[in-house]
């Protein structure tokens, strides 16, 4: 078997990667969809479901057979659903402390970058933030 060059598999990961930002962007248009869905039903349906996302990232993890690590492909798929979660409704999420500490880092673990993030002086604040609804969620 003729061992394949460097050009010959970097060639390969293009188009892989030509294909895979295809199936994110098809991900993207249904993300829409489910926006739209939830909207024109008027059943007050939650945006955000973190069941489902916890649902979603296992079955990514029960598949994972490559040599990513799952918390790779977990970490992944995570920023693939915060994304999308932005097309169906942007998240507004307050944190404690100035940007770049670790509750924002928290912050954006779980919810994923997707999201706006404002930072907050004290506990008080966050909790204000959310009642007023200027926000979704505090951290």
């Not at 895979?20 to 869905?37: E, G, H, P, Y």
């Not at 977990?74 to 169906?88: Q, Y």
């Not at 924002?104 to 604040?125: M, N, P, R, W, Y």
Request: aromatic share 6%; net charge negative.
């Amino acid at each position: 078997m003729k061992e394949k060059t460097l050009k010959n598999l970097r060639s390969e990961i293009d188009a892989l990667d030509n294909k895979i930002q295809l199936l994110i962007a098809s991900r993207a248009d249904l993300a829409a969809q489910v926006a739209k869905v939830k909207k024109e039903s008027n059943t007050q349906s939650a945006f955000y479901r973190p069941e489902r996302e916890a649902q979603v990232l296992s079955r990514v993890i029960e598949r994972n057979q490559s040599l990513l690590k799952d918390k790779d492909i977990a970490l992944i798929f995570r920023e693939i659903m915060s994304a999308c979660l932005a097309i169906e409704q942007p998240l507004k999420v307050a944190f404690l402390g100035p940007e770049g500490t670790f509750t924002q880092e928290a912050a954006l673990k779980h919810f994923g970058h997707g999201v706006s993030t404002l930072d907050c002086g004290t506990i008080d604040e966050i909790f204000h933030q959310v009642e007023t609804d200027n926000v979704h969620y505090g951290v």
